[in-house]
């Protein structure tokens, strides 16, 4: 099975701060990764596919990057809405494994 | 519009089955896949198996290969999760979540708690 790994598992950010989330597979996935933000007690909420295309209806202050092994998500100007857990998924092959999250609290 | 809902919360005992139901609207459902993603207390999340719901292969990680079952009707546009001889482990949050063959999850269903206890 391909592994995820997320870094960092936490980071505590301000409103309005600038945020950059790392997720590393321990073999190339090419592009084939996606983003989700899991707010607590909800279901996750996809962001990203593609490791940078935007799901519909996602504000741009998302952004992805990376190909490969190596990928990032940047969130711009952070809002209350924005903190909870984000994951990462490569879906280069089954089983489709996620990260093991990024908890993003208010400082 | 597309909408995910699924059926409600189940509390088992070990060795038994559960079948959680995924119904999908909004959109031609034969032309999507329907993935089972759960999440245990605390934990991460963690892919189970899809299937495409046009025509019905399925996958499946192989921690589950002999106690999961993935179906689809496309005559109700509804998916179905079975997972048999449960434990204790497998008390989670299950969720059901739609993609197009070949790219990640886009839409996801509420969730469906399932407890497994004694």
């Known amino acids: 099975d391909i592994q995820m790994t997320q870094f960092p598992s936490s980071l505590s950010a301000s409103v309005g701060d600038r945020v950059t989330i790392t997720c590393r597979a321990s073999?190339?996935?090419?592009?084939?990764l996606g983003w989700f933000l899991q707010r607590p007690g909800q279901a996750p909420k996809s962001l990203i596919y593609?490791?940078?295309s935007l799901q519909s209806g996602v504000p741009s202050k998302f952004s992805g990057s990376g190909s490969g092994t190596d990928f990032s998500l940047t969130i711009d100007s952070l809002q209350p809405e924005d903190f909870g857990t984000y994951y990462c998924?490569?879906?280069?092959?089954?089983?489709?494994?996620f990260g093991g999250g990024t908890k993003v609290e208010i400082k | 519009q597309v909408h995910i809902v699924q059926s409600g919360a189940e509390v088992k005992k070990p060795g038994a089955s559960v079948k959680v139901s995924c119904k999908a609207t909004?959109?031609?459902?034969?032309?999507?896949?329907i993935h089972w993603v759960r999440q245990a207390p605390g934990q991460r999340l963690e892919w189970m198996g899809w299937?495409?719901?046009?025509?019905?292969?399925?996958k499946s990680a192989e921690s589950f290969q002999d106690r999961l079952t993935i179906s689809s009707d496309t005559s109700t546009t509804t998916a179905y999760m079975e997972l048999r001889t449960l434990r204790s482990e497998d008390t989670a949050v299950y969720y059901c979540?739609?993609?197009?063959?070949?790219?990640?999850?886009?839409?996801w269903g509420q969730g469906t708690l399932v407890t497994v206890s004694s």
């Open positions: 979540a739609r993609s197009w063959v070949g790219l990640p999850i886009d839409y």
């Open positions: 593609a490791a940078s």
């Open positions: 073999h190339d996935i090419d592009s084939y």
């Open positions: 998924q490569q879906y280069s092959d089954y089983p489709h494994t």
């Open positions: 299937i495409n719901a046009g025509n019905r292969n399925t």
């Open positions: 909004g959109y031609t459902f034969k032309n999507f896949g």
